[in-house]
């Protein structure tokens, strides 16, 4: 059992920095059509921080 109540499933979470909220989005699309994972999710995007304010920061949720 984890912490958010999921019972034995596996996951990946990724966190990283993209363009736009547009170029995040074809990311998390491409991540759902490559079939690697069981589910794709894009929990949030949040404008970038200091040097990388230009970006926007992004975290999805994979389960295998």
Do not use: M, N, P, W
């Not at 996951?11 to 074809?26: A, E, K, N, P």
């Not at 949030?44 to 230009?54: E, H, I, L, V």
Request: aromatic residues 8%.
């Amino acid at each position: 059992l984890h912490a958010d109540g999921r019972v034995g499933t596996s996951y990946v979470q990724l966190r990283g920095l993209g363009r736009d909220d547009s170029s995040i989005s074809r990311f998390v699309e491409q991540l759902r059509g490559s079939k690697l994972f069981a589910t794709v999710e894009l929990k949030s995007t949040t404008a970038g921080r200091g040097r990388d304010s230009s970006l926007r920061e992004f975290y999805v949720e994979c389960t295998l």
